[in-house]
């Protein structure tokens, strides 16, 4: 359990953290490269058999981890259909994209995997890529009406649609639903999905905070169990709705249940300095549900109030953790607290916060004094993180990692983090070229840094960053067999030497034609890894294919890796 809340509250940080400053290094990361031959993408886009005119076609830079599409707000190129359904978008810069129309009721084939929407598109330097042709049809609907156990409308309830492979199982389990989608009902508890692909689905709403969903920001409302049409809330009692192209499935009803007591209940009370009692004002309050398999994160009633205090609502009858979160600008933590809701509102809960350490230096890139390359370092979000020396689940919620900023000027400071070993880290998957090379103290290289009392600071920090622009492009040649059209290879460059809390990776897609390429290396060692991924319903089990790649300052390496369907790989 608490390696499983570890992991979930990190994906959350880290999500948080790439949302917070896509703005600023997506636009960086989509600026034309003058010393290179742009190029051009062209094809025809189709709905069914007939050509699609007036239809808005666009391209992306690519992504470097999943989800990550999703949230680059990077300018797109966009083109329109003429009336033969033919685009041409031209004056790219070499690099990888994603490619996509914009026609909300239809069905991009082959671009709807919900962590990388589009299709993988890489343009090298001058290349003119004809023939990248976009099919539609048209989706499926499905309408219903969500009500509550006295078959009143429920409005503004999310519904979220599951879709299932052809053995019923879910093609993305445990993904978010914010990932496969989330509709609105309407004031009369009515909601309309449209733009399905063909498909079985299960149908579900409710957010109750005895499931394993996120809760974000929903206290004060009323909380149902998570229900499934029809009025099932296990998910194997749920019954599947096939979805063909151009149908409408209508009265796909779902009548929420409230939680197993019919009644939730609230958690209430302060937040307070640990020396001396006084209350601590503007802090948010988080909690997750501890029963085993729940990884849902909730938070409360916005921040607390001058006297301190806070209140937790919607909890049905379980143990829970409350901790606070978003205190990137104190220099103090919080002590987590368990509760247990046993069948009436809890009150007189006291969260102390106590003196943490602090950590403060220079960012630089090493080899370069390029200006523009140095105002990347701004775009980089910091995060420090005490690593677990106890089994205790309540040190997993402090290792919740707390968040710094680099400034302009170079320099910055992590506060309010708790004593212990302190492993630091750099969000650089979204900022073009730039990886952590090494993290110094003082002038000796360091993996963590050792602050064992309150108000311990470590100065003298120096995060070395280094700036490249090489990059592995190559292919991919299956043999002795082939593979579903529905599944999606990449490839995984990981660069050697761990540096901070994960290794430095980036990621590259397969187009049409197999190629790929990653871009924004800088020089070292890195290990080619083969991923597969998709909807296919019986994954092949491939090979496991490795290479190891040496990039030399701004080169770029060319590869062939070779897929073997006819062997298996060892397990």
């Known amino acids: 359990m608490r390696l499983v809340v570890r992991c979930f509250l990190l994906r959350f940080s880290l999500l948080i953290l790439a949302i917070t400053i896509s703005a600023r290094a997506s636009a960086q990361t989509a600026q034309t490269t003058p010393s290179k031959i742009p190029g051009t993408i062209a094809g025809r886009v189709t709905a069914g058999s007939q050509p699609a005119a007036g239809v808005e076609v666009l391209v992306k830079p690519g992504g470097t981890a999943p989800g990550m599409d999703l949230i680059q707000s990077a300018p ?40 990388y929407p589009g ?27 969500v009500t509550d156990p006295d078959d009143r409308p429920v409005i503004g309830e999310m ?18 639903d914010f990932f496969n989608g989330l509709w609105q009902t309407d004031d009369r508890g009515i909601y309309r999905i449209f733009g399905l692909e063909p498909g079985k689905y299960i149908i579900a709403a409710g957010t109750s905070s005895e499931g394993a969903m996120a809760q974000m920001g929903s206290a004060g409302g009323t909380y149902y169990r998570r229900t ?55 802090v948010m309050i988080a909690y997750i549900p501890t029963k085993q398999g729940a990884q849902g994160l909730g938070l409360g009633n916005s921040v607390t109030n001058s ?73 980089i979000q910091l995060f420090a993180v005490r690593s677990e020396s106890t089994s205790s689940q309540s040190d997993s919620l402090s290792s919740f990692p707390v968040i710094g900023q680099i400034s302009p000027n170079g320099t910055f400071r992590i506060g309010g983090v708790r004593p212990g070993k302190i492993r ?47 990059s592995i492009a190559g292919r991919v040649e299956i043999r002795g067999g082939t593979l579903p059209s529905d599944v999606r290879l990449g490839v995984i460059a990981t660069r050697s030497g761990e540096v901070g809390l994960a290794p430095d990776f980036k990621m590259g897609d397969l187009d049409a034609r197999g190629q790929f390429l990653i871009e924004g290396l800088t020089q070292g060692t890195y290990k080619l890894t083969l991923t597969a991924r998709g909807t296919a319903t019986n994954k ?32």
């Not at 890489?122 to 009406?145: A, Y």
């Not at 190891?548 to 770029?556: A, C, E, H, L, N």
């Not at 390496?557 to 006819?566: F, H, K, M």
């Open 76 to 115: 797109a190129t966009t083109t329109t259909t003429d009336s033969d359904g033919r685009y041409r978008l031209t004056n790219l810069a070499p690099g990888s994209y994603r490619l996509t129309a914009y026609a909300p009721t239809y069905v991009i084939d082959g671009g709807n995997d919900p962590l």
């Open 119 to 145: 299709r993988a598109v890489n343009v090298g330097e001058g290349e003119v890529i004809e023939n990248v042709n976009i099919s539609m049809r048209l989706g499926g609907v499905l309408t219903g009406k």
């Open 159 to 176: 519904v979220s649609a599951q879709r299932l492979s052809a053995n019923e199982k879910p093609l993305s389990p445990g993904l978010p």
């Open 228 to 282: 499934f049409h029809v009025n099932a809330i296990e998910e194997r009692n749920a019954r599947i709705i096939e979805i063909k192209s151009g149908d409408e499935v209508e009265n796909v009803d779902i009548k929420l249940e409230r939680a197993s007591t019919g009644k939730t209940f609230a958690a209430a009370g302060r937040v307070v300095e640990a020396e001396n009692g006084k209350p601590v004002i503007g």
């Open 307 to 379: 006297q301190g205090e806070f209140r937790l609502e919607g909890l049905t009858p379980s143990t829970y953790r409350a901790f606070v979160m978003g205190l990137e600008a104190s220099d103090a933590y919080g002590e987590p607290i368990e509760f247990e809701i046993s069948g009436s509102d809890l009150t007189g809960l006291e969260i102390k916060m106590r003196q943490g350490v602090s950590i403060s230096g220079v960012a630089v890139i090493e080899g370069s004094t390029d200006p523009a390359v140095r105002e990347k370092l701004s775009n």
């Open 424 to 470: 630091l880290g750099a969000q650089t998957m979204m900022v073009q070229g730039i990886s952590l090379l090494r993290i110094e103290h003082n002038g000796v290289e360091v993996k963590e840094l050792q602050l064992n009392n309150p108000g311990d600071r470590a100065t003298g920090v120096r995060l070395v960053f280094a700036y490249g622009t090489g």
């Open 540 to 571: 092949p089990d491939l090979p496991r294919i490795e290479q190891t790649v040496i990039v030399q300052g701004y080169t770029r390496q060319d590869v062939t890796l070779v897929v073997d369907l006819s062997k298996k790989e060892k397990k």
